[in-house]
T-cell receptor, first 116, second 113 residues
Framework: GAGVSQSPRYKVAKRGQDVALRCDPI?????LFWYQQALGQGPEFLTY????????KSGLPSDRFFAERPEGSVSTLKIQRTQQEDSAVYLC???FGQGATNEKLFFGSGTQLSVL | KQEVTQIPAALSVPEGENLVLNCSFT??????LQWFRQDPGKGLTSLLL?????REQTSGRLNASLDKSSGRSTLYIAASQPGDSATYLC????????????FGTGTKLQVIP
């Protein structure tokens, strides 16, 4: 596609529900990132994929967070037993290669998650 | 661990003014630095990327500079317009061989017509 696509755009969940957030990166992009952005803050790194391999998940806040990219394209971020502190915008980004110095990151519009 | 700070947190200027946004980072062993724009309720749009071998990059009315030795970058916006109103974020990479970047908290810019 022309850009990074994320769905749903908005998600309201009751505390304790499981949610799944989807990211469609730009076609052919090797690298995929998930970021979490709290209100008034900059995005915080969650996890990184290189093709289908999850190379870094150091930013995932708890074992309730799980991400996958089984075929090296679409990625899903799953949050189990959602808590109010999970409320944030979840941003997905992709880049063409593996971090060359001139590579830009392309972001989707994000999924705004509200946990009630 | 990379830490990124942006000053000021908010800025309000009349249309037509030139302005400078500041970004500082703690780990100067970076291979690039990016500036992004974020409109309310939207994702991030990449504005400029400066490679470590470069000192500045220009795109239209935007100019970004990078001084690795002092751990600073600036974004200069010339002849500001109301359409420039947005939050501007800078992002510097952490070590790791891929673009795991750390963002500042951003500068919220309002250009008054």
């Amino acid at each position: 596609g022309a850009g990074v696509s994320q769905s749903p755009r908005y998600k309201v969940a009751k505390r304790g529900q499981d949610v799944a957030l989807r990211c469609d990166p730009i076609s052919g992009h090797v690298s995929l990132f998930w970021y979490q952005q709290a209100l008034g803050q900059g995005p915080e790194f969650l996890t990184y994929f290189q093709n289908e391999a999850q190379l870094d998940k150091s930013g995932l806040p708890s074992d309730r967070f799980f991400a996958e990219r089984p075929e090296g394209s679409v990625s899903t971020l799953k949050i189990q037993r959602t808590q109010q502190e999970d409320s944030a915008v979840y941003l997905c980004a992709s880049s063409f290669g593996q971090g060359a110095t001139n590579e830009k990151l392309f972001f989707g519009s994000g999924t705004q998650l509200s946990v009630l | 661990k990379q830490e990124v700070t942006q000053i000021p947190a908010a800025l309000s200027v009349p249309e037509g003014e030139n302005l400078v946004l500041n970004c500082s980072f703690t780990d100067s062993a970076i291979y690039n630095l990016q500036w992004f724009r974020q409109d309310p309720g939207k994702g991030l749009t990449s504005l400029l990327l400066i490679q470590s071998s470069q000192r500045e990059q220009t795109s239209g009315r935007l100019n970004a500079s990078l001084d690795k030795s002092s751990g600073r970058s600036t974004l200069y916006i010339a002849a500001s317009q109301p359409g420039d109103s947005a939050t501007y974020l800078c992002a510097a990479p952490n070590s790791g061989g891929y673009q795991k970047v750390t963002f500042g908290t951003g500068t919220k810019l309002q250009v008054i017509p």
